[in-house]
């Protein structure tokens, strides 16, 4: 199993779930991706979006103000 990261904090919606949809496809059963984002759109819809397909949010938790880590098993 590994770890991959991602960092959207530049990116706007709808971009932002199509990049974490990309980086999760690439992952094998197990495997964790760690989304650094931004509060606000990002924050509420990425962890959402990827429970909907049947990941596994594993946490979520802020790094800095208004930057947040998602963890998200595949």
């Not at 059963?29 to 990425?46: H, K, M, S």
């Amino acid at each position: 199993m590994t770890t991959n990261h991602l960092d959207i904090t530049r990116d706007h919606c709808p971009m932002t779930f199509v990049k974490v949809k990309i980086a999760l496809d690439k992952l094998h059963p197990g495997d964790t991706l760690r989304v650094l984002l931004t509060a606000g759109e990002p924050l509420e819809n990425i962890p959402r979006s990827a429970a909907e397909q049947g990941y596994t949010i594993l946490s979520v938790s802020e790094k800095s103000p208004g930057v947040h880590l998602v963890e998200i098993q595949k």
